[in-house]
């Protein structure tokens, strides 16, 4: 099962975009967790947001909440990453990937857990 995410673009600033993840045939993806990561140039991935399995719960890093919201849509074959008011330290290569569950603990979500990588989304965020 390979991820794809899309829905990335050039922003100004407090601009909102919506990023999807989904595979590239529609398969649910009802049984796993999925992770939104980030990275920026020079920089490490990062776990920016995390939706589990039975209850759907969510999982935010500290840097994106309030402004970050995870959902699945009706069928569970894809999750969305609602993003308002953008900033420019949100200008990164945006990826999602699965796993059993979330592992989200202590603000840190345990990338190396997670796989399934597609390509990501670039999302620029400027003026």
């Known amino acids: 099962v390979q991820l794809q995410a899309s829905g990335g673009g050039l922003v100004q600033p407090g601009g909102s975009l919506r990023l999807s993840c989904a595979t590239s045939?529609?398969?649910?993806?009802?049984?796993?967790?999925i992770g939104w990561f980030r990275q920026a140039p020079g920089k490490e991935r990062e776990g920016v947001s995390c939706?589990?399995?039975?209850?759907?719960?969510?999982y935010y890093a500290d840097s994106v909440k309030g402004r970050f919201t995870i959902s699945r849509n009706n069928d569970k074959s894809a999750v969305y990453l609602q993003i308002n008011s953008l900033k420019s330290g949100d200008t990164a290569v945006y990826y999602c990937?699965?796993?059993?569950?979330?592992?989200?603990?202590?603000?840190?979500?345990?990338?190396?857990?997670?796989?399934?990588w597609g390509q990501g989304t670039l999302v620029t965020v400027s003026s």
């Open positions: 939706i589990g399995t039975s209850d759907d719960s969510t």
């Open positions: 045939t529609g398969s649910t993806l009802a049984y796993w967790a």
């Open positions: 990937g699965l796993d059993p569950g979330c592992g989200y603990s202590k603000g840190i979500f345990p990338i190396k857990a997670y796989s399934n």
